[in-house]
T-cell receptor, first 114, second 118 residues
Framework: SQQGEEDPQALSIQEGENATMNCSYK?????LQWYRQNSGRGLVHLIL?????REKHSGRLRVTLDTSKKSSSLLITASRAADTASYFC??????????????FGKGTHLIIQP | GAVVSQHPSWVICKSGTSVKIECRSL??????MFWYRQFPKQSLMLMAT?????????EQGVEKDKFLINHASLTLSTLTVTSAHPEDSSFYIC??????????????FGEGSRLTVL
């Protein structure tokens, strides 16, 4: 079942602005990952943050994780037209049996306007 | 970086036929591969977990006789949609976990296979 919920569902901003997307989840996690998907393509892994980490940076990306609120945010700074894509958060549950594939949120569709 | 290849990237078939989709890890060994399904403008739904040398684990609501999964080697998993119907039309994406990645390591995704059933 889907447990990640991203908001907003869609976001349109001007090139150069910062884009922030949020993700909430329901169960205990081992880590949380963010992926990007261009239309009709596969997923590209962006960043992974472990449950004992609070913030992580990678280039223009900044991810935060608040396990007490079961939420994460992805910030893309100085956005570019090429950042236009759908962004998904995905959680890896704490081991407890069952399939250990990632559970994906519904995604945020980001449009960067030139 | 790790590369996962899916083939075919798109396929159109007639209702009632079976379609096989391959997922290969090109430069690493994958003990576990996952198959996802994605409808337009929706998220990825995990269908099944494929472990090399053993039977696949299917998610609730996914018919194992409809979606046959075979993981015969550490670099290849196949998904066969049997007796396909128009409602099976979807984007199927596989992902692979590197053998040394542990249970919660990074997944590498294929480019997806778009199935259209007429």
């Amino acid at each position: 079942s889907q447990q990640g919920e991203e908001d907003p569902q869609a976001l349109s901003i001007q090139e150069g602005e910062n884009a922030t997307m949020n993700c909430s989840y329901k169960t205990s996690i081992n880590n949380l990952q963010w992926y990007r998907q261009n239309s009709g393509r596969g997923l590209v892994h962006l960043i992974l943050i472990r449950s004992n980490e609070r913030e992580k940076h990678s280039g223009r990306l900044r991810v935060t994780l608040d396990t007490s609120k079961k939420s994460s945010s992805l910030l893309i700074t100085a956005s570019r037209a090429a950042d236009t894509a759908s962004y998904f958060c995905a959680t890896a549950a704490v081991s407890g049996g069952g399939a250990d594939g990632l559970t994906f949120g519904k995604g945020t569709h980001l449009i960067i306007q030139p | 970086g790790a590369v996962v290849s899916q083939h075919p990237s798109w396929v159109i078939c007639k209702s009632g036929t079976s379609v096989k989709i391959e997922c290969r890890s090109l430069d690493f060994q994958a003990t576990t591969m996952f198959w996802y399904r994605q409808f337009p403008k929706q998220s990825l739904m995990l269908m099944a977990t494929s472990n090399e040398g053993s039977k696949a684990t299917y998610e609730q609501g996914v018919e194992k006789d409809k979606f046959l999964i075979n993981h015969a080697s550490l670099t290849l998993s196949t998904l066969t949609v049997t007796s396909a119907h128009p409602e099976d039309s979807s984007f199927y994406i596989c992902s692979a976990r590197r053998k040394a990645g542990g249970r919660t390591g990074e997944l590498f995704f294929g480019e997806g296979s778009r199935l259209t059933v007429l």
